[in-house]
């Protein structure tokens, strides 16, 4: 036993991070604040306990304690600053992508997205390598940002949100074992490929949640996250937002602009190439087509080409592979 004096009113507990028995999950349990009756201030005594152990509770933002001196106690953990009320619009269930009826024409031409503030927080899903970004691979369109990780590692929710769609493999396609999360200010985040999912449908999460575990299922050769961001419906580059090596977010407030959701159009790019993206022409290629002959039939350079389509001179062009000509 350790006996220690208390000097202030407040005795605080900080940062008692313990170890979760639920899912087998880290879990940081933010702090806990005694309150001394200041009658005893003087010199008083406290024995400092330790926890030992913590058991769930049908809320699962209600914890129980159990410490080593067989006492117990309650944790309210923090929930999200988001209700029911913030997802009454087009909540679509029956289709993995919502908002269907919406079309990019529609969609105003920059629209200013708060990520994060002060009652709303944060978390990179994933933090690891980029094995595969935003463009046009392999005669389709990939539409999210691939980080590698090992199967069994922890996926967290981007933002506060609620969980719109949760489907296995048999049901999702390609995506394998996806989750959905919609968030208030309209955008929403798709992780896919997962080798479990631990939350449900119509379930609030807060960010950093962890919301499922990664893995490989669908279409998918190795581990990875597939992770997409989309507004109303429409995918852009979802390393605008996140720096994922680095595990940050790039800004508190990302203004997306309308030639975003181009497929050409990817983060790195000046706002005058990522606008340059839409009008792109796009040459696919066939038998006997060099990095050469493309550049003298559209009157450009081998160097152009290869910096529009982020390639080196020396890359052997496959065929029906597009090349941006101009
Ligand atoms: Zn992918």
Same mark, same amino acid.
């Given at each position: 036993?350790?006996?220690? +004096? ?38 008083? +005594? ?8 913590? #058991? ?5 933002? +209600? ?19 988001? *209700? ?16 269907? %009826?919406?079309?990019?024409? *529609? ?38 940002? %691939? ?15 609620? #969980? ?8 999702? =396609?390609?995506? =394998?074992? !996806? ?7 309209? !955008?929403?985040?798709?992780?896919? &490929?997962?080798?479990?999912?631990? #939350? ?13 575990? =990664?893995?490989?299922?669908?279409? *998918?050769?190795?581990?990875? !996250? ?20 680095? =595990?940050?977010? /790039? ?19 000046? %706002?005058?190439?990522?606008?340059? *993206? ?11 087509? +060099?990095?050469?002959?493309?550049? /003298?039939?559209? &009157?450009?350079? #081998? ?6 389509? /982020? ?6 062009? /496959? ?8």
């Amino acid at each position: 036993m350790r006996y220690k +004096t208390v000097k202030k009113n407040l005795l605080t507990i900080a940062a008692l991070a313990l170890t979760m028995s639920a899912y087998g999950q880290k879990f940081d349990i933010y702090s806990i604040d005694e309150t001394v009756d200041p009658e005893s201030e003087q010199q008083s +005594t406290v024995t400092t306990k330790t926890a030992i152990d913590t #058991v769930n509770t049908a809320d699962k933002y +209600t914890k129980v304690v159990l410490y080593d001196d067989h006492t117990w106690q309650y944790i309210e953990l923090e929930r999200p600053n988001i *209700s029911d009320e913030d997802f009454q619009d087009a909540w679509e269930q029956e289709h993995i992508h919502a908002y269907a %009826d919406v079309t990019l024409a *529609s969609l105003p031409n920059e629209v200013e997205l708060l990520l994060t503030d002060s009652l709303h927080g944060w978390a990179c899903p994933v933090v690891g390598q980029v094995n595969s970004g935003w463009k046009f691979r392999r005669h389709r369109e990939h539409k999210g940002t %691939d980080v590698h990780l090992v199967t069994g590692d922890t996926i967290r929710a981007a933002f506060d949100g609620k #969980v719109r769609v949760v489907r296995e493999v048999a049901d999702a =396609g390609g995506y =394998g074992n !996806l989750i959905v999360i919609r968030h208030p200010n309209g !955008l929403e985040t798709y992780y896919a &490929h997962l080798s479990k999912h631990l #939350v449900t449908e119509n379930e609030l999460v807060k960010a950093g949640e962890v919301i499922g575990l =990664g893995g490989s299922t669908g279409r *998918s050769t190795g581990p990875h !996250l597939h992770f997409e961001c989309r507004y109303m419906g429409k995918p852009f580059d979802a390393e605008r937002i996140f720096d994922f090596p680095n =595990g940050q977010l /790039r800004d508190t407030l990302f203004v997306l602009k309308k030639h975003y959701f181009n497929i050409y159009s990817h983060y790195g790019q000046s %706002d005058k190439e990522s606008s340059a *993206s839409t009008s792109h022409i796009v040459h696919v290629i066939k038998h006997g087509d +060099t990095l050469g002959a493309l550049a /003298r039939k559209y &009157h450009t350079t #081998v160097a152009s080409l290869c910096r529009l389509n /982020r390639i080196s001179a020396t890359k052997t062009l /496959r065929l029906g592979q597009r090349i941006i000509v101009r």
